[in-house]
């Protein structure tokens, strides 16, 4: 089985690159996605977030906006966030694992795979980019998204440039959707994943 890694910085295009491995027969392990769910509501997270964090949930749900503000910009917090969230995500990652024990490849889907120096637990590493000013304009179009939001992001995330010098695959997500899944169908064919590989 082929372990691969999904990375790339926010605006980039990952989630359409994930969907093209998933339409190709690849599982695909959504790390942003469990955690939604890890917090959503009735989520087995959410208590030991509101004791840790007052006033961050409500509605039996993480309050995604709330806990973004009181961990933003503070080592301390953020690292106490991760001390609740990660073991969790790893839990379920290793169901994901177990429950597609016959797939030939599975695809995890992970923002901050560098910045949590994850990289080595994997066979082969993607990274989807494309030009600073394409990305901008990608998440300032976002519904909440601001421009000093964004810059408190993109400071928590490698540059993209670091990123693609540590790939073994770039995809390039300026061209068209066409475009994009030829290259996902030439890393398919390049790891032997390809139709009928």
């Known amino acids: ?3 691969l890694a999904l990375t790339g910085s926010i605006g980039m295009g990952k989630s359409t690159v994930a969907g093209m491995f998933a339409k190709a027969g690849i599982p695909v392990f959504d790390a942003d996605a469990v955690v ?8 087995p997270l959410v208590e030991r977030i509101e004791r840790r964090f007052p006033a961050t949930t409500k509605d039996g749900a993480v309050d995604r906006e709330a806990l973004a503000a009181a961990v933003l910009g503070d080592p301390e917090k953020l690292a106490a966030l991760e001390a609740i969230v990660h073991p969790a995500v790893h ?8 429950a597609h024990g016959d797939a030939p490849a599975l695809l995890f889907d992970i923002p901050l795979l560098f910045e949590t120096g994850g990289a080595a637990a994997f066979d082969h590493v993607i990274v989807v980019s494309a030009p600073a000013e394409v990305q901008r304009k990608r998440v300032l179009a976002r519904p909440g998204m601001t421009a000093k939001k964004l810059d408190a992001i993109l400071e928590r995330q490698l540059p993209d440039a ?3 010098a540590r790939a073994d695959f770039v995809i ?4 068209s959707l066409a475009e994009t ?3 996902v169908t030439h890393i398919l064919a390049c790891l032997g994943l390809g139709a009928g590989g």
């Open 1 to 3: 089985m082929i372990i």
């Open 36 to 43: 939604r769910q890890l917090q959503g509501p009735g989520g």
């Open 91 to 98: 839990h379920e990652r290793t169901r994901f694992i177990l």
């Open 162 to 164: 670091e990123k693609r």
């Open 172 to 175: 390039e997500t300026t061209g």
């Open 181 to 183: 899944e030829a290259q």
